[in-house]
């Protein structure tokens, strides 16, 4: 799970390559963005129209598996006494807290079963407590699932680093850093910058990348310390862990070449798990009346729960009805009646 970044990269155009199945690759942005309306329940209950399996246990319905599924994620990240409750996150509604709301969220990235998870410094706004259990629950969702989670953290504690396997430190675009977690902080010490046992390994990675932070061994020669992203870049690829960085992902590469069952696996898994109506080339698993049965569902939950703006738009259209209906109160039902609501000025002279 690689954890740490100074920066973030693009890739080049030519780099990258079509995903065959798009909706096997999720992303969560820094901001959690819910309906807030919505209860916990409800949210995780639509998730799971949209994602709900094909094959399921014998005599096992819908209800039941939605359900039965609904209850084990809301005991396995401690939320059960929200599931009524909004989710909230407006300044209008009232709902769940901050770190709630993010257990929620990687509650609906499980239910959608991607294949590789991305977050984005999803810690923001949260206390230490709180950030600390979000990266806990991550690492429940990367070891049930078995699948590879990306995370870029600003300002991680000793524990929540501590939780991931490996680290990536970039330096204004170059990668300085991959590897272990374990053995970042001796690689950089092993480069010539002054050891900061007081510091935490979080800081001290990205402090080795601000010219203004890092200092250096005295017993080092500062002249062949590399300084600049470019020296970096190339001190790393000249390491050890680099070249088993390298040696894991052509082995893993290799592996997957010689076996071909797990992909074909993985394209009979996705295959089966598509319901009756949907197109094979789909990146849907449910056909489009179910989509449009499941959002209108949400959308009438989102209506009648919202009872402010429901309150406040049918207030609006009756006083406006009022208000065009005078233009029509007591008027004439002669010709004579057009020029008495400021018509006046269209006649001829």
């Known amino acids: 799970m690689p954890k740490h970044s100074a920066s973030t990269t693009v890739a080049k155009p030519s780099t990258i390559k079509k995903v065959n199945n798009p909706s096997f690759v999720l992303d969560l942005t820094i901001d959690d963005t819910h309906f807030a309306t919505l209860t916990v329940g409800q949210t995780l209950d639509f998730a799971l129209d949209t994602k709900v399996p094909k094959k399921r246990l014998p005599g096992e319905s ?33 709902g769940v807290s901050g770190g709630e709301r993010k257990r929620v969220s ?23 407590s709180t950030a600390l259990d979000f990266a806990k629950s991550l690492r429940i969702l990367t070891d049930i699932y078995k699948l590879p989670t990306l995370v870029s953290l600003y300002q991680a504690s000793e524990s929540i680093y501590n939780l991931f396997d490996k680290v990536l430190v970039i330096d204004q675009g170059r990668q300085i850093y991959f590897g272990p977690v374990k053995e970042a902080r001796v690689y950089f010490e092993g480069l010539g910058f002054a050891p900061k046992p007081r510091q935490t390994t ?22 062949k310390i590399p300084k600049s992203p470019e020296a970096l870049e190339q001190a790393y690829k000249n390491s050890p862990i680099f070249a088993r960085m390298v040696q894991d992902k052509d082995a893993y590469k290799e592996e997957v070449t010689r076996d071909s069952t797990a992909r074909e696996h993985f394209r009979r898994a996705v295959l089966d ?44 259209t009756m006083i406006i009805a009022i208000l065009v209906g005078t233009l029509f109160f007591n008027l004439p039902p002669t010709s004579q009646g057009a020029f008495t609501r400021g018509l006046s000025s269209l006649r001829m002279s």
């Open 202 to 223: 979080p800081d001290y990675l990205t402090g080795c990348t601000d010219p203004w932070e890092r200092e250096y061994a005295e017993d080092y020669d500062q002249s």
């Open 62 to 94: 819908k209800s039941q598996f939605k359900r039965d599924i609904i209850n084990t994620l809301l005991k396995m990240f401690n939320i059960e006494h929200t599931k009524n409750t909004l989710l909230g996150g407006s300044a209008r509604v009232r």
């Open 106 to 128: 990687i509650a609906e990235m499980m239910i959608s079963r991607g294949s590789i998870c991305c977050w984005d410094n999803t810690t923001r706004g949260l206390d230490s």
């Open 273 to 316: 798990d598509k319901h009756k109506f949907t197109p094979k080339k789909s990146v849907y698993s449910i056909p489009f009346h179910t989509q449009a049965i499941a959002l209108f569902k949400r959308q009438f939950r989102l209506k009648m729960q919202d009872w402010f703006t429901l309150f406040t738009s049918w207030v609006t």
